[in-house]
């Protein structure tokens, strides 16, 4: 029976109306086990399925998620284009936006359980919540509110559904009424309230109560794994058996596995189970327990010695099954569940390598952990390459941690003991690679060294190419770009000996920094090589790595018009291939951009958007946090000298001078804005003992200029090959370094300039551009300086009115356009949008065309995801929770 829930049916149906009219949405399902989700969902396709597609699948409790496991549900439904994607495994965007694209107006994708989610399947929820405003369907996921509180991952997930596409249906217990019309549809007339008491109105729980058939008067179960036990042992002892080695079977339980387990007689049981309501069939024809409650109360009872011998047969049943044969995250499960070290140790990693290949890294790294359980029972070459493949997986997903480095030394010393010095030298370059993800620059150079020199004494190989390659990129990362492009150049040697793109994209990468940060006009030429092989090749992280650093270079040298192109770029294809911890660090870079041109609030909301945000590393906030130090300084927020150490910390926690020199900068214009000359000297001192080699002409050039305005005298090396502004100023042609400034587009560099001329007309210039962009704390110094010399008099006076936000938006937007992308991330159509705002639909084409010119993206869904990944873009957006 259908009962209390029909405003729910209402409102979910009326959700799919919306969906049928265009506007797609998403529907949470909320409520705790047995409380009647999926009775709710039965009863929405009753009324629509013939005339709308619906897409039905769930997550299962097994040990191991199985990868996608609710797409695979479903998968008949899909393309054969699809299924075979699926199958082969793949780039999951790809596939994610094959399947988004197949979906007509009006479908339903349900996605049941969601607490027991994989995290493939997590991506698709997040690829297509991002794009729901765009996509007419309506998805429906359900979930466990406690089990959600539980899981981090998932809540994330969740939360981050646009809120003007997601709608919440909370289930709630049925009443006494509602309890009382059930006692009577199974003919019991009297004592619903006790049903209702002890059931606290879970409709599972009043129905299992009822089937248990006590009477009223009786004893009634007081849980339900009593009132579960109760009609199982009014069940014969075989089909009582029978129930009992299915509940090891989280899910669907396949039909095929009846007959090697019990012979001619499973088919009888499930038919005799079926009929008592014990089992239901899906379309499939698998089997399933009536509820997951019920399976786990049958299953408490099965002793764990049992437990572990109907795994065995559940498990021998599987393998036996041709049509089973790939089945490898079920085998794993059960062989676990059994003990059998033999096939846990033969499948997991078959396991893993299936589940990697949709992109489900956590899991795969799951299906290897519980091999290792087992690795004392494995060869030497096995367990090595268990543990490596283990490490790898579990990096991949940001478990960079001790016993993932554990693991690599692990492998190192197997493979060692094995005279395999090729696989010791992948380990010890995957062990470089993780310690400079830590921060832990100096074992980073260590495992490198000792990569190379094993290497080195084998014949030549790709894999010595890959560990040229990341020497000259650790070199690089270092500022020793001499050193950089010779091992980069080894590397692009051998790599063309072998005929590799991807170890060639690789080092073209690091040359092209190192040459670049150097002066070198070729260094940007191969830049464009490296980022057009990537993205030719499909090699979407090593173009993100190309844009990223592209970027900086571009930013740090002033080129600002290039700047603008690659960091648009760059944001806009990290954010359309859901590459979210390359995204973060390159808008950094982007914060950067507007700092440098005197965009200050820009640059604030960009980086305090960055630095909300959850599960980036150090490395990835870094640039933001860097920007928003500099920024905090210019404008004179209270706790910018605090900010300042803190940053100046996580800096010099990475050994990189990339990251320390710009952090030791902030302090300087710092100490110059607040007459501190103790930070002053610290700085000066900590950047002269980091030495000139180490930095490129622009960060030399800026010491070489604060040397100088400090009094102290700057080491020649410093004053060497530096950027023009800064030799013009050294040379006393201040006037003439602030002209080239403007030019450039700096005007924060401008003003320093300028102050330094001590002229009324030039000192009034400066402090129109320290109004013009809010930079409290430098039109302080501005003032301080004229009255030093008696010009404050004659410098203009303070226009008053408040910054408005609205004059620069980071990426140029007009309040205007702004407005209208407002409405488009809203859901709203180009002529709802022109009827909204009371303007022609020409009109609103024109301001859409500018938009997407601006965000650099191709159409509407790009530019929706864009802002759902960047929200600052919409400062006064609350489309997202």
């Not at 090697?260 to 399933?288: C, H, N, V, Y």
């Not at 933001?624 to 800096?651: C, E, F, P, Q, Y």
């Amino acid at each position: 029976m259908f009962i209390e829930r029909k405003k729910d049916l209402h409102k979910i149906l009326s959700l799919h109306e919306r969906a049928v009219a265009g506007r797609g949405g998403i529907a949470l399902i909320c409520g705790e086990a047995g409380i009647g989700k999926t009775s709710l969902l039965l009863a929405m396709r009753e009324r629509i399925d013939g005339d709308h597609a619906v897409y039905w699948g769930g997550c299962e409790a097994l040990f191991t998620p199985r990868p996608l496991g609710p797409l695979r549900d479903m998968e008949g439904r899909f393309t054969e284009d699809i299924r075979a994607m699926m199958q082969n495994g793949g780039r999951s965007t790809k596939l994610f936006s094959e399947i988004s694209d197949s979906f007509e107006k009006g479908a339903v994708l349900i996605v049941e359980d969601i607490h027991w989610a994989d995290f493939a399947t997590l991506d698709f929820l997040r690829f297509i919540g991002r794009r729901v405003s765009e996509i007419p369907i309506l998805v429906i996921v359900s979930f466990r509110p406690d089990e959600l509180e539980d899981d981090g991952k998932v809540r994330k997930i969740v939360d981050r559904f646009p809120a003007s596409f997601t709608f919440r249906i909370d289930l709630k217990p049925l009443s006494k009424s509602g309890v009382r019309k059930l006692c009577l549809a199974a003919g019991i007339k009297e004592h619903s309230a006790q049903y209702h008491e002890i059931s606290g109105g879970n409709p599972f729980f009043v129905n299992e109560l009822i089937a248990s058939e006590e009477s009223p008067g009786g004893a009634i179960p007081a849980s339900i794994k009593e009132a579960v036990n109760t009609r199982l042992l009014r069940l014969s002892p075989q089909e009582r058996e029978f129930l009992e080695v299915l509940s090891v079977l989280p899910g669907a339980i396949p039909k095929p596995i009846l007959e090697p387990i019990f012979g001619d007689q499973g088919d009888l049981f499930a038919m005799a189970a079926l009929g008592r309501k014990l089992l239901t069939e899906a379309d499939s024809g698998s089997l399933r327990f009536r509820h997951e409650l019920a399976r786990l109360a049958t299953l408490a009872r099965v002793p764990a010695t049992r437990q572990r011998k109907i795994h065995e047969t559940v498990l021998n049943a599987l393998v036996s099954i041709d049509e089973y044969s790939s089945a490898h995250d079920q085998f794993v499960h059960h062989a676990a569940g059994a003990l059998n070290a033999e096939m846990v140790l033969k499948y997991a990693p078959l396991a893993a390598e299936t589940t990697a290949a949709v992109g489900a890294h956590q899991e795969a790294a799951a299906h290897l952990h519980t091999a290792m359980q087992f690795v004392d029972e494995a060869s030497s070459e096995q367990a090595a390459e268990i543990y490596e493949k283990w490490a790898y997986e579990a990096g991949l997903s940001l478990r960079i941690d001790d016993d993932v480095i554990e693991a690599r030394r692990h492998a190192v010393t197997l493979w060692r003991a094995l005279g395999e010095d090729a696989r010791v030298a992948e380990n010890l370059r995957w062990l470089s690679r993780l310690h400079w993800y830590r921060a832990e620059s100096a074992e980073a150079t260590r495992y490198a060294d000792e990569a190379v020199r094993i290497l080195e004494d084998t014949p030549p190989s790709a894999e010595r190419a890959k560990a040229y390659s990341l020497k000259s990129q650790l070199y690089m990362l270092n500022d020793e770009m001499a050193e950089a492009i010779e091992w980069g150049e080894k590397a692009l040697k051998l790599a063309s000996k072998f005929d590799d793109t991807e170890i060639r994209i690789h080092a073209l990468n690091n040359v092209g920094v190192a040459r670049c940060f150097r002066g070198y006009a070729a260094g940007v030429a191969m830049l464009e090589e490296s980022l057009s092989l990537a993205l030719e090749h499909g090699f979407h992280e090593h173009a993100a790595r190309v844009y990223t650093n592209f970027s900086e270079y571009a930013v740090e040298f002033k080129e600002f018009d290039l700047a603008e192109r690659i960091v648009s770029q760059g944001v806009a294809f990290d954010t359309k291939n859901d590459l979210d911890s390359w995204t973060h660090y390159l808008v950094g870079r982007q914060a950067q951009l507007r700092c440098a041109q005197g965009r200050l609030h820009d640059a604030k909301t960009i980086c305090e958007g960055v630095l909300e945000l959850d599960r980036l590393t150090l490395l990835m906030k870094l640039p933001a946090r860097l920007v928003l130090s500099r920024v905090k300084t210019l404008m004179g927020d209270k706790d910018a000298a605090s900010n300042l150490a803190d940053v100046l910390d996580h800096a010099s926690a990475t050994e990189e001078p990339q990251h320390i020199v710009p952090a030791q900068l902030n302090r300087l214009l710092f100490a110059w804005l607040n007459n501190a000359p103790r930070i002053a000297e610290e700085s000066l001192y900590a950047l002269f003992d980091i030495g000139a080699d180490a930095m490129h002409m622009w960060h030399r050039g800026e010491i070489a200029a604060w040397a100088n305005r400090f009094g102290y005298e700057t080491p020649s090396a410093f004053c060497e090959n530096i950027a023009e502004p800064y030799q013009l100023e050294l040379t006393g042609k201040v006037k003439k370094s602030a002209a080239l400034w403007r030019k450039i587009g700096a005007p924060v560099d401008e003003a320093i300039a300028l102050i330094r001329a001590k002229k009324p007309e030039l000192l009034a210039t400066a402090l129109k551009i320290a109004r013009k962009i809010d930079a409290r704390s430098l039109e302080e110094k501005i003032l301080a300086q004229a009255g030093e010399h008696g010009l404050a008099d004659e410098l203009p006076r303070k226009r008053r009115g408040p910054y408005q936000a609205s004059r620069n938006h980071p990426l140029g937007l007009t309040q205007k356009e702004q407005i209208v992308l407002s409405l488009l991330v809203d859901g709203n159509s180009n002529p709802e949008i022109a009827e909204i705002m009371s303007r022609s639909k020409r009109t609103v084409e024109n301001h859409m065309s500018s938009i997407l010119k601006k965000l650099n993206v191709d159409n509407r869904m790009d530019a929706i995801v864009l802002v759902q990944s960047e929200p600052w873009l919409l400062p006064d957006n609350n489309n997202n929770k």
